[in-house]
């Protein structure tokens, strides 16, 4: 697989002033610098590689949390998508726990071989929150709601726009092994409602939901070991923007999973290696494939966490 680095106007210009602010921001914040390459193996010409930078700001003594984000993937198909992000938010404490409301703008751009391109623009809100039930048990998850702008043009120009709705809610249950080993169990929903407007005068719905299972052991060695468990409860929805001659069906079913494993290790008290390794199997329904097929996805991050 290539790797290929297109950054956006936002992204030039979010560098330049995480740049010009980083001498200040080293004196007088925690910060948070993950720097890692990812790639992703479908067994086709949509396998990718690219790098990815997250970036996460904490004055000092404030609870004002912002991060900063980018990814970078080129497909074997020459097809490229970028992702920018920044997010502010803001920690309101109390005995026991706390809640952290936030905004996000993001981009995610799509430019295909063919020369046609996809953009989204995501303005969401979203809040996290955590309650200690006792020594051993707590409630955790978070909740983000948003509005989706979508720009498809294709190769002769025309373009069609779409609104969103957008959704991700993740309750959760934690409960504390020992000191250094923790449980976690939650439900998570997502999805989206849209019209594609008069040009089409179609739907594009999808929703999703999922069990999920974490486990987090810090080992006494420095080593931490993070297994996490996706299951799909039932069939997700993506209900088609068009009309197909070939197939009858007007939307796809698919039940998505996922098992991972996530590592990191430190190197010193500032540079901390990390890494994860996931399998994803996308299982379709019949009578509801719209020609798409049973697949795995084989996903790895290797990256390292700098913190000062």
């Not at 980018?70 to 309101?92: G, L, M, P, W």
């Not at 509801?288 to 097929?293: A, Q, R, S």
């Amino acid at each position: 697989m290539k790797m290929g680095f297109i950054p956006t106007s936002r992204v030039l210009l979010c560098a330049g002033l995480v740049a010009a602010s980083f001498p200040m921001v080293a004196n007088a914040a925690k910060v948070n610098a993950t720097l890692s390459h990812e790639s992703g193996d479908y067994g086709s010409d949509y396998d990718y590689a690219g790098p990815r930078l997250d970036l996460n700001i904490n004055p000092d003594g404030s609870n004002w949390y912002f991060d900063l984000g980018y990814r970078n993937r080129t497909h074997d198909s020459k097809q490229v998508y970028s992702r920018a992000e920044i997010q502010a938010s803001y920690r309101f404490r109390f005995d026991g726990g706390w809640v952290q409301p936030s905004f996000k703008v993001r981009q995610d751009l799509t430019n295909y071989d063919s020369g046609s391109r996809l953009t989204n623009d995501i303005y969401s809100t979203e809040t996290k929150y955590y309650f200690d039930l006792s020594d051993k048990w707590s409630l955790w998850g978070d909740a983000q709601f948003g509005i989706e702008r979508q720009e498809d043009k294709n190769v002769t120009s025309m373009t069609r726009n779409s609104d969103y709705l957008t959704w991700e809610i993740e309750p959760g249950i934690r409960y504390n092994l020992t000191p250094k080993q923790r449980l976690s169990l939650s439900y998570y929903n997502t999805g989206k409602r849209s019209d594609k407007g008069e040009t089409w005068d179609l739907t594009d719905n999808t929703k999703n939901q999922q069990a999920r299972l974490y486990y987090f052991w810090d080992t006494p060695i420095g080593l931490v070991i993070s297994p996490y468990v996706r299951y799909a409860l039932g069939y997700g929805e993506a209900s088609a923007w068009y009309d197909s001659a070939y197939y009858d069906e007007t939307k796809t079913q698919s039940q998505v999973s996922r098992y991972a494993l996530q590592v990191s290790y430190p190197l010193n008290s500032f540079i901390r290696l990390q890494a994860e390794y996931y399998l994803e199997d996308i299982k379709y329904k019949d009578g509801y494939t719209l020609g798409k097929e049973d697949s795995q996805v084989k996903y790895l991050k290797l990256g390292a966490r700098v913190s000062f």
